[in-house]
């Protein structure tokens, strides 16, 4: 007869966290700047949206409705979807991809950039803290720290890099509502940025997507690492925890809306 599997509790032990046998495969290196493109352009309608809305461009009225907290009413404005949709049908179908260029070139090459210098720069001070090799789910407090700085320096590289390219962006999708033709495509609005402002000019709003971007990694950092913690000491095991997948990416948007006033 087989000997009985003992939980973690039962051996006398602190509840851990069982490994799986079984492992998520791996996506090449090959394919990485493949899938962050369909990425990109599958999901860049709600960047159009989001960054039309933040610079108070509605071109919807407002209505009259109830608060989904409150149930207080007040006004408010269409949501992405219905602001989309509107664009869509008053502009056609491309104009949801305005300003597509420049945003994949910035993502390819922030992703480039963040990647080497997070290599260099965890060559150069490696983790002492012993939990390098761990997984994210069994890493200390110590070596969360380690891996949000080298997060957040790397990322400080990659966006201060790739500015003039979200500059670009941010202008060529504000053509759709100042209807300025100088900033319809992306080498017109490289030389109208570059005549009228001069070189700072592509790194306007610099220092707050930098802040952002830090605030973002650090709350998604903290947040995962509380997280994993919390269900740890509830002595949930390996397969109960692949229904968290998502806790990074739902972490990580979680930050980033916090992070949007900056």
Known sequence: MAAPVLRPMEQGGSAKIKKSSSTAP??????RPVLGIVGVTAFYPMTVVRTLAQVGYEPQPATIGPSLWTRTPGRYYPNLL?????????????????GLTPRIVSSLTSTAIEDAISAKIR?????????GDKSVRAKGLASTMYDMTVA???????VAVTQPLQVVMV????SIASEDQVYSGFFSTIKEIYQTE???GFFSGLVPRMVAEAGTIA??????????RIMES???????LVSYSNIAALSEQYSSLCCVPV
């Not at 509830?234 to 109960?240: H, I, P, Q, T, V």
């Open 123 to 131: 060559a150069a001070i490696p983790d002492r803290s012993g939990d």
């Open 82 to 98: 219905s602001y989309a949709n509107f664009l869509r049908k008053r502009e056609g179908f491309t104009v949801l991809f305005t």
């Open 198 to 200: 001069g070189f700072s």
């Open 152 to 158: 957040c320096a790397a990322k400080t590289v990659g």
């Open 26 to 31: 791996e996506v090449p290196n090959s394919a």
């Open 219 to 228: 709350l998604s950092g903290t947040t995962m690492y509380l997280l994993y």
């Open 171 to 174: 202008r060529m999708i504000c």
């Open 234 to 240: 509830l002595g949930l095991n390996e397969e109960a």
